[in-house]
């Protein structure tokens, strides 16, 4: 760490240094002008960590570029020091973070805060090598792209592989086949990219398909191309080490978690981004960026190919296939055909005609029948001779019984109670909140302020019977256990997420997301409570539960049976049973541009105290073509209530309760989204300046607006 004193000479080869300082106000959202002490000339290198003084205190900041003259009148400070002379920010980040930041109404602070991880001494002195020896670079000579694979199953796959050798920026809105081969198939685009000397990021949700990419990225391009994996499970020190690596060229194709959209690898020639519609893409901090927005600016802006998608389709990637900016990349029907499993909706015509229960089960008898076959081995035989010859194909066939995947909307026991009398949700008598019950005896407590209700009596009848309203994971997981006794039941979910389950006949309880990986695939699988996941107060209610149902059928056996307990005549529901998550979405997208709501348009939601929230829109200086929705109260539990009224409960306080936040909609065209974002910039700006009270929270493209 090298310092400069005040009264030290100035560096006589471009004396100025604009910095980017570490600070996340946005009227301070600007690069600064500092001198470089002559003893810092060697280790000021654009793109290194400063130290500077401003407002009489130390920052960090990043050293951008050095310039001859300063446009500032008045006196310039000095660099306080070098952190480190490791440029850590490359242009093509620091730009990415640029437009990222403005895209998205926030600040290159706070986007290089989610870019660049925190360093770490020991690991930055060390001499530069790559991760795994094993996995060094071999000379550009040697690489040799390796076979298409399973990418011949998609007519326009070696195609695609074939723009991805030529350095082509291709890009694909991809419905991926189901099964297995998706990673296999990413490894396949990442390898034949870094054989033509490009490199590579892939970001996908969770830890569980990073390990499975990784996997797949060791079988099929070692030794001729070295990747690394960046996740946060792996420490500061690993992490930034992984990182320096990549920084320094030392590795071609990046895999990770949402982070990894920033690694800054040399010479980018594919990002790929799994299963876009995933809520973890999205950014949690500001400026709330996601992952499919940032991959996508990030190839359009270094002419990059594109591999986006999973096995549904969201709306934003059929946007971006209306707009030529992607091309479609789907299975030929043929493969299809013989990958996909048997989708059935209960209750049906037919089942109604056998079981006259069915409509009110829970657990309907087709429901039950097909995991009995399945796990007895049945369910081949069960099977048409078409769907026999199908399977007999396929290559996830050696067995014919095997686990039975059952997904449950929802996580715990009895995630919502009602009145076993009139049948009024149960709620809490101090908050207001739904009750709910954490196991067979345990008390029922509220799901808001965890008060319990030992004594809780209904306020409509006097009762104090219970009955289930919304059945959780847990529960489900009792219920089947006595059912099939003898049977092994696992559960996956919350803290306990397997990430494979053996071949073995079993029961595997799963709630969306957490779904294991069965060895050979699953022999069956039961889609529980879909109203649960279709009754959602939320836009994205159909295209989330579509994409999660695929996510799970996409483990069954090729044929193999799927019942969702949901309504057959339902457009996510036939898009399942057709497997068409095309067609849906281009209806879903078709929908929302006549209502008027994304991603046809651009949306900004503002958020904070009412007195906040008024003042900032009043003052906000919108465009003219700009539309306020609102403003809505919004009560702490975090949910809006429909027509701005407060959740009146059965005799609590929850209907007194004032609204602690309020929040405003502000719509516009996308092609006036940039314009919508400087406005709402430029207002935080004149706030941050004028210290104004109240915390105001601006968030463009919202994963939800409802």
């Not at 796959?157 to 991805?164: E, N």
């Not at 429901?367 to 099977?383: E, K, P």
Request: charged share 20%; net charge neutral.
């Amino acid at each position: 760490m090298v310092k400069g004193p005040k009264d030290q000479a100035i560096s006589e080869r471009l004396p100025v240094a604009r910095v980017a300082v570490d600070i996340s106000l946005a009227h301070l959202d600007r690069p600064f002008d500092y001198l470089v002490p002559a003893s810092l000339d060697e280790t000021a290198v654009p793109g290194c960590r400063v130290r500077v003084r401003f407002a009489g205190q130390l920052v960090d900041g990043y050293l951008l570029e050095r310039i001859e003259t300063s446009e500032h009148q008045g006196k310039l400070a000095r660099l306080e020091r070098v952190t480190s002379p490791e440029p850590v920010l490359t242009p093509e980040i620091f730009d990415l973070a640029r437009t990222v930041a403005d895209r998205y109404a926030g600040t290159l602070a706070d986007v290089l805060r989610l870019a660049i991880p925190p360093r770490h001494a020991t690991a930055e002195r060390e001499a530069p090598r790559a991760p795994d020896e094993s996995s060094r670079e071999p000379e550009a000579s040697g690489k040799i792209p390796p076979d298409p694979g399973s990418w011949t199953r998609y007519p326009a796959g070696t195609a695609f592989l074939a723009g991805l050798a030529q350095g082509r920026p291709v890009r694909a809105a991809w419905s991926a086949l189901p099964g297995p081969e998706w990673p296999a198939e990413i490894a396949i685009a990442a390898a034949t990219t870094a054989a033509a000397g490009r490199g590579v990021v892939i970001v996908v949700p969770d830890a569980r398909d990073l390990d499975r990419v990784d996997a797949a990225l060791t079988e099929v391009t070692q030794p001729a191309v070295g990747h690394v994996c960046l996740t946060a499970d792996l420490g500061p020190a690993e992490r930034y080490r992984r990182w320096l690596a990549v920084r320094r060229g030392l590795v071609q194709v990046v895999a990770g978690t949402r982070a990894a959209m920033f690694a800054p690898v040399a010479a980018l020639g594919l990002v790929v981004l799994w299963d876009d519609g995933d809520d973890l893409h999205a950014e949690p901090r500001a400026p709330y960026p996601n992952a499919r927005e940032v991959l996508a600016l990030r190839a359009h802006r270094t002419g990059a190919a594109a591999l986006i998608g999973g096995f549904a389709r969201t709306a934003e990637l059929t946007q971006l296939v209306a707009g030529g900016w992607a091309r479609p990349l789907a299975g030929s029907p043929d493969s299809l055909r013989q990958a996909a499993p048997r989708v059935r909706a209960a209750p049906d015509e037919a089942e109604l005609a056998r079981d006259a229960a069915a409509m009110t089960a829970r657990l309907p008898s087709l429901a039950l029948r097909t995991a009995r076959q399945a796990l007895s081995g049945g369910a081949r035989q069960a099977l048409s001779d078409g769907a026999r010859q199908a399977l007999s194909g396929g290559a996830r066939t050696g067995l014919t019984d095997g686990p039975v995947l059952v997904q449950v909307p929802r996580r715990g026991y009895l995630a919502a109670i009602a009145c076993g009398r009139c049948r009024a949700q149960a709620r809490c008598a101090i908050c207001g909140g739904p009750l709910e019950i954490g196991g067979s005896h345990a008390t029922p407590g509220c799901r808001w302020c965890g008060a319990l209700a030992a004594d809780w009596t209904c306020a409509r009848c006097g009762s104090n019977q219970l009955r289930a309203l919304v059945t959780g994971a847990a529960r489900t997981a009792e219920e089947l256990g006595r059912a099939f006794p003898g049977v092994p039941v696992r559960a996956s979910g919350g803290q306990h997420v397997l990430a494979a389950v053996p071949a073995e006949p079993a029961l595997v309880i799963a709630t969306p997301g957490a779904e294991p990986v069965a060895q050979g695939g699953y022999a069956a699988a039961l889609l529980l409570d879909g109203w649960a996941l279709l009754g959602r107060p939320s836009l994205r209610a159909a295209e989330e539960a579509l994409r999660r149902w695929m996510n799970a059928a996409a483990l069954v056996r090729p044929a193999g049976p799927v019942v969702v307990l949901a309504e057959a005549t339902l457009p996510a529901v036939q898009a399942l049973i057709r497997w068409d998550p095309v067609t849906f979405s281009e209806r879903e997208l078709a929908e929302r541009t006549e209502l008027g709501f994304p991603p046809a348009v651009r949306m900004a939601s503002v958020t904070g105290t009412p007195e906040a929230v008024a003042d900032f829109v009043g003052a906000a200086g919108l465009p003219a073509q700009a539309e306020v929705l609102g403003p809505v109260p919004q009560w702490g539990d975090g949910g809006v209530r429909g027509g701005g009224q407060p959740p009146r409960e059965q005799g609590g306080a929850g209907g007194d309760r004032p609204p602690e936040e309020s929040r405003v909609l502000i719509r516009i065209g996308r092609g006036d989204g940039l314009a919508l974002a400087r406005a709402l910039h430029a207002a935080q700006a004149t706030r941050s300046a004028r210290k104004s009270g109240g915390v105001v929270r601006v968030q463009l493209d919202p994963a939800e607006v409802a």
